[in-house]
């Protein structure tokens, strides 16, 4: 896909989140950019899968967590973008990296907007970035929010 790489020209974009205080940035920043350009926003979580042989022992939490999420999906449009503001959501299993690229890709947005933790070091090793993944191998631009 050839997106614009001009913000101003973006008519979609993808916003994952984890509900996190650091995801918060860029849902805000996705937010304004709605307001000021009218861009049409795609608010994304990710869940965990289900392990295979835990599958069938956790399928009620699994489905618990999935419920969860997009009530607080729903709850996070209305406390930033305001009643009555058209945002789709849309929470999915997966790996967090492969699975935002793939809505991207899905979806034919112009760009991801993600956060970044900051983590470096030894944190960075260990716990890998989503967000450096998503740059990486994403079908569109992708605008880091800190």
């Excluded at 650091?22 to 307001?35: G, K």
């Amino acid at each position: 896909m050839n997106a614009p790489t001009n913000p101003d020209l973006w008519r979609k974009v993808l916003v994952p989140t984890d509900f996190s205080e650091c995801a918060s940035t860029a849902v805000h920043a996705a937010a304004a950019m709605h307001r000021k350009t009218g861009v049409e926003v795609l608010l994304l979580h990710v869940t965990e899968p289900a392990y295979q042989g835990l599958r069938v022992q956790t399928s009620d939490l699994h489905a618990q967590m999935k419920a969860e999420a997009e009530k607080s999906l729903a709850q996070l449009v209305i406390d930033v973008f305001g009643k009555g503001v058209t945002v789709r959501t849309l929470v999915k299993d997966g790996r967090p990296a492969e699975v935002i690229c793939q809505t991207a890709d899905e979806a034919k947005v112009d760009a991801i907007l993600m956060p970044t933790h900051g983590h470096s070091g030894l944190k960075h090793a260990l716990l890998g970035s989503v967000t450096e993944k998503v740059v990486r191998h994403a079908p569109c631009s992708v605008l880091v929010v800190r």
